[in-house]
């Protein structure tokens, strides 16, 4: 099925990121302070990247029926893994330049490109599981990079404590039921596949084996960052009714 040279669409898809990024540094947020433009330029990149990559993703799955977890990837497939993977070399680029020492986002990005350009480039197949993961951490970007962008302004601005009030209960369900119980059961059925041997001969083992680890690992520290992020906000809603009852 592939016929598609991949670079020309890395070359489109790169510069377009990085150009989104520097109007969002320069233009955008310009007036907001030097310690949250970085961040909040991060977070319009990923505006640019996710919800389109989850309809992007969604109709490179539907558009091929014959499609499974050792599938050979469409052209449209490939061409969405090259949207996605430079987005996260643009925004690999951000944290090694603003935050070289954020060892664990640097390293979360380099997993995934990793998972991305095996797919694309080494197996040439897969598709199918890397384009539905992606679906399923992308669709809570939106509110996701709303809530970041309200939280980095919420101490000097009243809506955006307002929104970031608003927006939090809801972010965290919809964000712990895709990351804590959909998440987790796609990946058992993507390894119990490939574990079962269906992809013998078609994807190598090292390869479903490294994508299966990445996942998992990406998984456990999301559950665990929106387990905090409770903690925080059960702590925050007790005190808050303390102190009205005091």
């Known amino acids: 099925m592939e016929t598609q040279n991949p670079i020309p669409c890395l070359l489109i898809f ?3 990121f990085f150009i989104v990024y520097l109007i969002a540094y320069f233009i955008v947020f310009r007036t907001w302070s030097p310690k949250i433009r970085p961040e909040a330029s991060s977070c319009l990149i990923s505006l640019a990247h996710g919800t389109p990559a989850v309809f992007l993703s969604t109709y490179a799955i539907l558009a091929d029926p014959a499609t499974g977890f050792a ?4 052209r449209f497939q490939n061409t969405v893994l090259d949207y996605s993977v430079a987005y996260f070399l643009t925004d690999l680029l951000h944290y090694i330049i603003f935050f070289p020492s954020d060892v664990l986002f640097i390293g979360h990005h380099l997993a995934t490109l990793f998972v991305f350009l095996t797919c694309r480039y080494v197996a040439s197949r897969g598709a199918f599981a890397i384009l539905s993961l992606l679906i399923l951490a992308e669709v809570t ?5 709303v809530w970041t962008l309200a939280n980095a302004r919420r101490r000097d601005l009243e809506f955006a404590a307002k929104v970031y009030d608003l927006l939090s209960p809801p972010f965290y369900v919809l964000y712990s039921i895709v990351r804590g119980l959909v998440g987790p059961y796609f990946v058992y059925r993507m390894g119990a596949f490939y574990v079962g041997g269906e992809a013998d001969g078609l994807i190598p083992r090292w390869v479903w084996v490294s994508w299966i680890v990445v996942v998992m690992s990406a998984i456990s520290v999301s559950i665990l960052w929106i387990s905090n992020l409770w903690v925080e906000l059960f702590r925050a809603r007790t005190g808050n009714l303390e102190k009205k009852t005091r």
């Open 71 to 74: 599938s050979q990837n469409t």
């Open 14 to 16: 790169f510069p377009m």
């Open 141 to 145: 970007s939106l509110c996701q990079n």
